[in-house]
């Protein structure tokens, strides 16, 4: 089975400039969850989807969105982007089921995004 | 009562050696106590996990200690190897949602040959 991928793997980007970010779940996978990581603040849950919902928001700025698909995929949208957003943000997928105990959380190689 | 406290922040263990990260919880609700292991330009892969009604649980060279009235965990890596270099996570989970899972800061391990 493919692992989870995302893309792209660095980004570069502007104060003020927005950007997106996708993941690809493993194939079946229907919780796809994201991950902001930094060296000061570790790692630290950003949104939790299934089956197009979001379940769960962590607490970060109205500027950070996302949504998933159909597919299961999944993307964020950082808008207005500050200095302060510089990290590895990570795409987790796990085979949850609604009501379900907790499953092992399957993560991508993340996307390295940097603001200058 | 959400942290999840991991030490040492550094390691540096000799080849052989065993090398011992350890964690302390204060929410007893927490279920569920993941390490995950790290590499350079890799996303975390979960490495064991223990469940708290066992005190102790062995996957080849890597085992986790539990002392559930103590609040603590520790992961012990025997016969550490140059590739175990690595940062490592624990963690601390209630229920089935990723919103629940607490990360410890995490600790760099370098195995020196």
Redesign the interface.
């Known amino acids: 089975k493919a692992g ?1 991928t995302q893309t792209p793997r660095y980004l570069i980007k502007t104060r003020g400039q927005q950007v997106t970010l996708s993941c690809s779940p493993i194939s079946g996978h229907r ?1 796809v ?1 994201w991950y902001q990581q930094t060296p000061g603040q ?2 630290q ?1 950003l949104f ?1 989807y299934f089956s197009e919902t979001q ?4 607490n970060f700025p109205g500027r950070f969105s996302g949504r998933q698909f159909s597919n299961s995929r999944s993307e964020m949208n950082v808008s207005t982007l500050e200095l302060g957003d510089s990290a590895l943000y ?1 795409c ?1 997928s ?1 085979s ?1 089921t609604r ?12 996307t390295r995004l940097t603001v200058l | 009562q959400q942290q999840v406290k991991q030490s040492p922040q550094s390691l540096i263990v000799q080849k052989g050696g065993i090398s011992i990260i350890n964690c302390a919880y204060e929410n007893t609700a927490f ?2 106590f ?1 390490w ?1 292991q790290q590499f350079p ?6 490495l064991i ?1 223990i469940r708290p009604d066992v005190s102790e649980k062995k996957e080849g060279r890597f085992t986790i200690s539990f002392n559930k009235s103590a609040k603590q965990f520790s992961l012990h890596i025997m016969d550490s190897q140059p590739g175990d270099s690595a940062t490592y ?1 624990c963690a601390a ?1 209630r ?5 629940k ?1 607490i ?4 600790t760099r391990l370098s195995i020196r040959p």
């Open positions: 989870v919780s969850s570790g790692l849950f939790e379940r769960n928001k962590g990570l987790a796990s949850l009501g379900g105990s907790y499953n092992e959380q399957f993560f991508g190689p993340g | 279920d569920y993941p995950y330009g890799k996303g975390p892969a979960l996990a996570f989970s229920g089935s949602s990723a919103s899972i990360f410890g800061s995490g």
